[in-house]
């Protein structure tokens, strides 16, 4: 009996305390102000790491759990913050995830705003590409249509080209500048196509010259 009495005595001794220094955490991204640990909730602390971490292989099935979760809406919620990322990487989910996927998850209304915002993207990239002439989108001119011809050009080059090989989507000949395409028809083409002198033409404001080439595919 008297060896138990020091396991007693040793029990009853409280333990000294020793203070955890608080675990830092961001508020959002973008945001340089930090708060400790100890003001969060377990909650609020799992939602801003989650937050943080959303990408195209996870946005999905958050977006699923967040529809199950009663939570105010903040800054910091799960569904908004997903909503966010969605629209900001469209293209990169329409490649990592399959249409019926997205479907499931995000409302149809969303999905056709998306996917037309992302064809007019795609339409803009291909024409500027096009004007560099670096691709091809049209079905190319007749050969001979392409072929250099001896008529001197409206700016005065020795030769000049028709104008099925200067319009946009198509190879243009390589000592064409493509900003000024127009300038390398004849004097007749160039009456013919732009239904004035190429004269008339120099002497028209700059925005109904632009005007002018987008209409004849030739900006």
């Known amino acids: ?5 020091p396991r007693k005595e040793i029990a009853s001794q409280p333990r000294e305390h020793v203070p955890v220094p608080p675990v830092l955490v961001a508020t959002s991204p973008s945001q340089s102000a930090w708060i400790p640990t100890s003001q969060l909730s377990l909650q ?6 989650i937050c943080r971490n959303i ?33 900001h990487a469209y293209r990169t989910l329409r490649e990592r995830r399959t249409f019926e996927e997205l479907s499931q998850v995000l409302p149809p209304n969303l999905i056709r705003d998306l ?20 691709i091809v989108e049209s079905s190319p001119p007749p050969p001979e249509a392409s072929e250099r011809l001896s008529i001197p050009s409206v700016s005065g080059e020795s030769h000049s080209y028709c104008y099925a090989a200067l319009v946009t989507g198509v190879q243009w000949p ?23 002198s190429y004269t ?15 209409d004849l595919k030739l900006f």
């Open 1 to 5: 009996m008297s060896n138990l009495s």
């Open 44 to 49: 609020e602390l799992c939602l801003r790491i």
């Open 55 to 87: 990408n195209s292989g996870n946005v999905l099935e958050l977006l699923q759990f967040a529809d199950h979760l009663s939570l105010p809406s903040t800054s910091h919620d799960i569904r908004t913050v997903c909503m966010r990322y969605v629209m």
């Open 115 to 134: 996917e037309q915002a992302k064809e007019e993207a795609s339409r803009w990239s291909a024409t500027k590409v096009a004007v560099l002439g670096r």
């Open 174 to 196: 390589q000592d064409v500048e493509p900003s000024q395409r127009e300038a390398y028809m004849c004097e007749e083409e160039f009456g013919r196509i732009v239904g004035m």
């Open 200 to 214: 008339q033409f120099s002497a028209l404001p700059a925005w109904r010259k632009s005007r002018l080439k987008q």
